[in-house]
C-alpha cells in the first residue's frame, strides 16, 4: 500500500462533484479493474464537465460581445473576455492530461509513477486524476524547479 493511502477515511475533494471516493479494502489488489473504472468515470465526468464550460463561454462570448461607446466599457469587456479565454486554455492543456490519463487506463499504466515505477496511491488519484508523479518525485521535481528559477 502507498503511504498517501495509509488512511483511508482521510477526507479527498475529487475535481468532480457526485462521484464518491472510492471504498478501498483490505488486501485489495492496486489498480484492479474496479479502481481502474472507478477512475475513468471520474475523468470522463471532468471531461465532461470542462466541455461543457467551454460551450457557455463561447456563449456568454456571442450574447455579451458588444460595441461600447465608453472606452472604459470596452476595456473592461475585454478584460473579463482575456480572463475567460485564459481559463479555457489552462482547461485545454487539462482536457489534455484528462485524455492521457484515460489512454494509461486503457494501456494499464495509470497510477504508477513516470518516474519510478511506484504506486501514486489511490487518494492522491482522488484528489488529483492526472497525477503522473508519486508523491516522492513530485516534491523532488519542485525542488528542481525552485533551484533553476
Known amino acids: 500500500m ?10 479527498v475533494r475529487s475535481p468532480v462533484t457526485g462521484i464518491a471516493p472510492y471504498d478501498l479494502k483490505d488486501g485489495e489488489e492496486y489498480m484492479n479493474d474496479a479502481q ?7 475523468l470522463r465526468a471532468w471531461r465532461q464537465e470542462l466541455m461543457e464550460e467551454v460551450d457557455r463561454t463561447v456563449e456568454h462570448m456571442k450574447s455579451e460581445a458588444a460595441n461600447f461607446a465608453d472606452p472604459a466599457d470596452r476595456a473592461t469587456q475585454e478584460e473579463e473576455f482575456s480572463l475567460e479565454l485564459r481559463t479555457r486554455d489552462r482547461e485545454r492543456k487539462l482536457l489534455k492530461k484528462i485524455s ?3 489512454n494509461d487506463i486503457d494501456q494499464g499504466e495509470y497510477g504508477y509513477c513516470k518516474s519510478c515505477g511506484a504506486e501514486i496511491g489511490i487518494r492522491r488519484l482522488e484528489a488529483r486524476p492526472t497525477a503522473t508523479l508519486c508523491i516522492e518525485c513530485k516534491t523532488l521535481q519542485e525542488i528542481k524547479e525552485k533551484q533553476m528559477a
Open 36 to 42: 481502474r473504472e472507478h477512475f475513468r468515470t471520474i
Open 2 to 11: 502507498a503511504a498517501s493511502d495509509q488512511n483511508p477515511n482521510t477526507p
Open 100 to 102: 492521457e490519463a484515460l
